[in-house]
């Protein structure tokens, strides 16, 4: 298909594809359309999904989402999409890689939802378009985060939203095995990566689930991912298939950032973002920002 502009793009399965099918994401593809259900709310019975894009949005425009547009970069299978199309709004969803099509089975594009796969930083989109730009889960893992939240701002209608979170340091990190692993599991070509990390969490994590009170020394010698004090109200199946998701995701990416506070404060009010609020939760930092509202002036 070609757009009013002359640019060609092919749609394949219903969804237009802006990007090349390899690119520096592409070891996210196989793990969201492996593990499409894992951490949908619908599927665990839980509301983490739903929690947490409460709090990073504000629950000022969390319960006025009713008929919003809002742009979902990074959609992956869709835990996100699944919370923002049951408050009302109107989502489009994109993902850089094939993860696109396990979102689409999730929750079928119709007259709310519409899927693209595309480069946040290549958007095919006008800009300054969409009421709230919701970004969770991926700031980390792009070539430059300060450039990508300028792209994601961009997409910002005046009086709108954007939403994110990024990685912060964290001490426990650094001293575990789990940088070590990631060094060797990255370089993997990404159906190779999925079967190793698949493989050792099914060595492993009969250990932690059976030693789960000694589990912060665990975390330190182990690189399989578990969340027993994170989502205690997850039930031991739920908290294995986070482990098998969390593990690959964290020891194949191909980027991994981490920011603090100040610095993702200072690099919205630097985009001329207002309202700029930042606080440590989740998985590091989480913020929301406003564009202003354009200045009228009135005539005499």
């Keep these: 298909m070609a757009c009013d502009q002359g640019h060609i793009f092919p749609i394949t399965n219903g969804i ?8 520096y994401a592409a070891g996210f593809g196989p793990q969201w359309l492996k593990y499409r259900q894992t951490q949908l709310d619908s ?10 894009a409460r709090r990073c949005i504000g629950e000022h425009v969390w319960d006025h989402l009713q008929g919003a547009h809002v742009l979902e970069c990074g959609c992956g299978a869709g835990r996100f999409t699944e919370v923002l199309l049951a408050q009302g709004a109107t989502v489009t969803s ?7 099509e396990a979102d689409q089975a999730n ?22 378009g969409f009421d709230v730009v919701f970004c969770l889960g991926v700031l980390q893992h792009t ?6 939240m300028a792209a994601l701002f961009e997409q910002v209608r005046p009086g709108g939203l954007l939403v994110i979170d990024h990685y912060t340091y964290r001490l426990g990190y650094f001293l575990s095995t789990q940088p070590i692993f990631r060094a060797m599991l990255r370089r993997l070509p990404p159906d190779t990566g999925l079967n190793v990390t698949d493989r050792m969490v099914s060595m492993l994590w009969p250990v932690h689930s059976r030693l789960r009170r000694y589990r912060k020394l665990l975390n330190r010698v182990s690189p399989v991912y578990t969340y027993f004090d994170d989502f ?4 031991d199946e739920h908290q294995r298939a986070w482990a098998f998701l969390d593990t690959h995701d964290a020891l194949t990416d191909h980027y991994k950032w981490f920011r603090t506070r100040r610095q993702i404060e200072s690099a919205l009010s630097n985009l001329g973002a207002v309202e700029v609020e930042a606080w440590k939760d ?13 200045q009228t002036t009135s005539g005499s």
């Excluded at 599927?43 to 947490?52: I, M, Q």
């Excluded at 994109?94 to 696109?100: K, L, S, Y």
């Excluded at 989740?282 to 354009?294: I, K, L, T």
């Design 143 to 148: 070539p430059a985060p300060e450039q990508t």
């Design 43 to 52: 599927f665990t019975g839980e509301n983490l999904s739903a929690n947490r």
């Design 232 to 235: 205690p109200e997850l039930s």
């Design 94 to 100: 994109i993902d850089m890689t094939e993860a696109v």
């Design 282 to 294: 989740g998985n590091g930092v989480e913020a929301r920002a406003q564009r202003a509202e354009p």
């Design 16 to 23: 237009p594809r802006f990007v090349q099918a390899s690119s």
């Design 107 to 128: 929750f079928p594009q119709d007259e709310r939802h519409r899927i693209a796969q595309a480069d946040i930083l290549k958007l095919p989109f006008v800009g300054r």
